[in-house]
């Protein structure tokens, strides 16, 4: 891309983030942007997952202290909003969490990468002109991992079994490959897997417009835990051994850390935020995360396709995969902090302790004998060893 264009791109985005805020500032009903909170810029949105699963199947929601407790169907974080709206003979769908506004319907024409940048930045609809190709986070926001569509995928014909959307229905997103460049990062919206592709295949567009989602502000807090300070989560910055998805649930809720005992696993759009994308092997910032494996690491989102597997995010390119056998072992990076509410329904599992009988892993982590041996110095393990 030409620096040109390059520039092209900042000044248009500077200037939509100066528009942003100071409509915001002078009318909150007139504005198209969601009016943020000023220290959390960026909210990572729900999945969309209301449902409980085992390992096999789906569960009635259990209540703290059951088995499965802590999984992304008990909570609803920084539950979404949308809204649609017709104007000037086009739709567009507003993310009122996210601030950005979507092209509802993609044109029915596949493009390049290259094809797909010219398409959004010449894209005139519903009034506005400065739409622009999404960063691979930004289209992953608006994905649903419940058992309900996608946002935008409501006005697409589904032809595939089960009625989703046709094999292959994938988006191109703005996100490139850090080496070699002729890749770029692309989402397939039938099941929401990402991947990696030549820039020269043909996928779909959505345009979006409104204020770039940047995560990854960090701040070290002293104490084993780093905040986010654009999305108000704080994580664990410390390692430790892999663990099976149950099991990295359970350790995740008894875990005291920082002061803090309210710690989960976080979901796939949470933990996709700790990517960064100008990084590979690992994708993370290790200035930080002086720890982290260019490895797998659970997510708590299940995937509803095939309960027995969950979503996890690949820390040597960054990518997120629903593949995920709940007998595994993968990493853990616990996470706390987001808009919290509960969604689970009265459960009719019976109580018990959050651990399989007869393991004895799951004690209270704030005893510090147990706590400094279940954390690992750096890099004592092979980062690309096969844990599973």
Not at 22 to 27: G, K, Q, T
Not at 237 to 253: D, F, G, K
Not at 350 to 377: I, Q, Y
Request: one cysteine or more; aromatic letters at 10%; charged letters at 25%.
């Amino acid at each position: 891309m030409s620096g040109k264009r390059d520039n092209a791109r900042r000044r248009i985005c500077f200037i939509t983030i100066g528009i942003a805020l100071s409509v915001a500032a002078s009318s909150a009903g007139a504005s198209e942007y969601i009016n943020r909170k000023p220290d959390f810029p960026a909210l990572v949105p729900d999945t969309g997952q209301t449902r409980c699963y085992d390992t096999r199947r789906e569960i009635p929601c259990p209540r703290p202290g059951e088995p499965f407790y802590g999984q992304d169907g008990n909570y609803s974080i920084n539950a979404p909003i949308y809204e649609l709206k017709k104007q000037d003979g086009g739709t567009i769908l507003i993310d009122r969490t996210t601030g950005l506004d979507w092209q509802r319907i993609p044109d029915k024409t596949r493009r390049t990468w290259s094809e797909a940048i010219d398409y959004a930045d010449d894209l005139s609809l519903s009034g506005f002109t400065d739409w622009r190709l999404p960063k691979k986070q930004e289209l992953q926001s608006i994905l649903s991992y419940g058992t309900t569509p996608s946002p935008l995928l409501e006005p697409v014909k589904r032809t595939g079994r089960d009625g989703q959307p046709e094999q292959g229905f994938c988006a191109w997103t703005l996100t490139t490959r850090v080496f070699p460049s002729m890749y770029a990062k692309k989402i397939c919206l039938n099941d929401n897997q990402g991947a990696i592709s030549d820039k020269y295949e043909k996928n779909y567009v959505y345009a979006v417009r409104g204020p770039a989602l940047s995560y990854g502000k960090f701040q070290n807090n002293g104490d084993g835990t780093v905040t986010d300070l654009m999305t108000g989560l704080t994580w664990q910055a410390i390692e430790v051994r892999p663990r099976n998805w149950q099991q990295a649930l359970a350790y995740c809720r008894q875990l005291d850390l920082g002061g803090h005992r309210d710690w989960r696993l976080p979901t796939i759009k949470e933990l996709s935020t700790l990517v960064n994308e100008d990084l590979i092997n690992p994708a993370i910032d290790v200035k930080f995360f002086p720890g982290a494996r260019s490895a797998s690491y659970w997510t708590s989102t299940t995937f509803t396709g095939h309960p027995g597997f969950a979503w996890y995010v690949r820390f040597d390119n960054g990518l997120g995969h629903n593949g995920g056998y709940k007998g595994r072992l993968y990493f853990v990076r616990a996470v706390r902090g987001g808009h919290i509410a509960a969604t689970a329904p009265p459960s009719s599992v019976p109580p018990g302790p959050d651990r399989e009988a007869g393991d004895s892993e799951f004690k209270s982590m704030s005893a510090p004998e147990r706590h400094n041996r279940e954390m690992l110095e750096p890099y004592p393990l092979d980062p690309n060893a096969p844990y599973e």
